[in-house]
């Protein structure tokens, strides 16, 4: 059973840093992506970085140069959020891509372009004052 759980939400002022970590555990594919996603009240879902099992990052124009995705295989997601402005206020979420298919004996998720994640966590607030 696949399971992510977030951690390192809070409060913090804008300019401000935070790091949120996403502990994944039971995610055994051979190629894969994760990805973080945010949502704020009365607003759509929004991806906000992606990251593939090559290592490959994606952002959201609004984080560009602010935010940086990173992970530790499958056990780990991670994002360095700098330079946190007040819009970023928001529930952040990891995500993680389901399986498309299987083959050889070896299980393969969807690839990030298919934006496609049939997991997720429960989220961790992030909040950001002016």
């Known amino acids: 059973q696949v399971q992510l759980v977030e951690s390192g939400g809070g409060s913090v002022q804008a300019g401000g840093s935070l790091r949120l970590s996403c502990a994944v555990s039971?995610?055994?594919?051979?190629?894969?992506?994760m990805a973080w996603f945010r949502q704020a009240p009365g607003k759509e879902r929004e991806e906000v970085a992606t990251i593939d099992s090559d290592g490959r990052p994606t952002y959201a124009d609004s984080v560009k140069g602010r935010f940086a995705i990173s992970q530790d295989n499958t056990e780990n997601l991670y994002l360095e959020m700098n330079s946190l402005k007040p819009e970023d206020t928001a529930m952040y979420y990891c995500?993680?891509?389901?399986?498309?298919?299987?083959?050889?004996?070896?299980?393969?998720?969807?690839?990030?372009?298919?934006?496609?994640?049939?997991?997720w966590g429960q989220g961790t607030q992030v909040t950001v004052s002016s």
């Open positions: 995500a993680a891509a389901g399986l498309a298919f299987e083959y050889g004996g070896r299980r393969y998720a969807y690839a990030c372009s298919s934006h496609d994640f049939g997991y």
């Open positions: 039971g995610y055994t594919y051979s190629t894969y992506c």
